[in-house]
């Protein structure tokens, strides 16, 4: 496993380039395939490239609240000192690994962009009270409890099919979670995966002289906030040092939290968890100029997603416009059997994740292809579903495009994890696949 791991990081260290690069890669890969594999030419494909280019304009101002809303909760007084003592149960490198890939898995289960935030805080706050422990596999295994999100109860795609008016309802009906996010095959892939995955993460620590910690000073990296010149305020810097300001600010989001739960029930959102980290944060922070004086701080690591979130839009819509993610899913189709079709379906959504790295965007790419070919072969349409949510989560883990927020608060780039990513890769992908086909 150790050679395994140390061969696999040599690799991304070597060849894997950063988000930025991966990224423009992956446009003009999708060019070359289009004019390959589909009627579209060289000036149209350029044209579903710039028509998509903006396309994820709201989800990306999204995920940079994920980043800045989290950073700055996690930047106050109070959250540091609840994480820091959740931390100090870890005593050992060993039981930190295990420890964040756990906190991580159920964070995601509950939400996504939850737990894609709380693993990479929670990582850096066992970093800091654990003693020898590798920062980058700390990283890399809050991460990977990421991949369970799409069977978790915010996944887009069963919470999509099971809602009344979905663009697929004519072909399949209403289709309730307990066929999907509860189904017995979900909750043996669930089941073994928070199991299996915190053994293999432990398993990949490296020896000794081969660990790579990191400074716990260096990990506080927020500037200090400037001393408040008592006698000396003027009425603006009243108001901007005043608690009762923040006081009332934080309740009045607060009661729409508890309006919105009360209407709602539990029913998590990126909108409402964005809401519940701004508003804590604000409360949290005690005053409006040490607020904003986190936010400045956080703003800094958002750069990565406001850059290359909009190439991504553009892939999407030469994937889609051009037909080449039908075209994909078509070529799995046709070499599938009623036994191995949620198989192929689940290779099929992992292969289309590279490009279209959006659960909801995927399934209306896939969705009429795979809907259409299981129903043609008797296979059960839930479990078709979740082929393609799963799909989508698994190559999460060798996806830049999610890792990005988690990097931005470790500090890290992609090299630096994805090489124990890959070996998290192979396990779950074995894991899955055995939920796919035996169930």
Known sequence: MKMLVSFFNRIMQRYLPDPFLFVIILTFAVFGLGLIFTDSGPYQMVQHWGSGFWGLLVFTMQMVLVLVTGHVLASSHIFKKGLGALAALAKTPGQ??????????AASLINWGFGLVIGAL???????????VDYRLLIASAYSGFIVWHGGISG???????TEGHFSQDMIGIIPTDQTIFASFNLFIIAVMLFILPLVNRVMMPPKDETISVDPMMLDNETPAAAIEQGALTPAEKLEN???VSLLTGIFGLIFLFYYFSENGFKLNL???????????ILFHGTPKRFLEAVVNAVKGASGIIIQFPFYAGIMGMMTASGLAAVMSEGFVSISNEFTFPFFTFLSAGLVNFFVPSGGGQWAVQAPVMLEAAQALGVSIPKTAMAVAWGDAWTNLIQPFWALPALAIAGLKAKDIMGYCVLTLIVSGVVISAGMLFF
């Open 271 to 281: 909108d409402i968890v964005n809401f519940l980290f701004l508003f804590l944060g």
């Open 122 to 132: 929670f990582a850096k706050q066992l970093a800091k009270k654990v003693k020898h």
């Open 156 to 162: 887009s795609i069963p919470l999509t099919i099971a």
């Open 96 to 105: 930190a690994i295990i420890f964040v890939t756990v906190v991580s898995m």
């Open 242 to 244: 005043s608690r009762i």
